[in-house]
Nanobody, 127 residues
């Protein structure tokens, strides 16, 4: 079975850092792109970043460029999201999701693109 499990969320002060992890199982990262999304209360789910190991492509929302870094730990089949210079507006539940590349190119930032989702991890940034 395809599974994605997020971890690493927590409470951090503005300007601090957190590293989120998305542990994957049941599929190969060579066949899927992995996206990170976030959803704050009362807001739509927002694409934060995405990575495709097959072509080493990475994507970032403008709001996080220069502050967040996405990468893969190939030995652990894990995708991480290193978040630095955190701001209160980064507060949200963060989800990772998997998109089967065989379906062809789709907008990485759209939650509708993705086929499998994790349960989410809370990130709270205090001012």
């Amino acid at each position: 079975d395809v599974q994605l499990v997020e971890s690493g969320g927590g409470l951090v002060q503005a300007g601090g850092s957190l590293r989120l992890s998305c542990a994957t199982s049941g599929f190969s990262l060579d066949d899927y792109a992995i996206g990170w999304f976030r959803q704050a209360p009362g807001k739509e789910r927002e694409g934060v970043s995405s990575i495709s190991r097959s072509d080493a492509a990475t994507y970032y929302a403008d709001s996080v460029k220069g502050r967040f870094t996405i990468g893969t730990d190939n030995a652990k089949n894990t995708v991480y999201l290193q978040m630095s210079s955190l701001k209160p507006e980064d507060t949200a539940v963060y989800y990772c999701a998997a998109y089967l590349l065989a379906f062809g190119p789709e907008p990485w930032e759209s939650w509708r693109t993705y086929h499998y989702w994790g349960q989410g991890t809370q990130v709270t940034v205090s001012s």
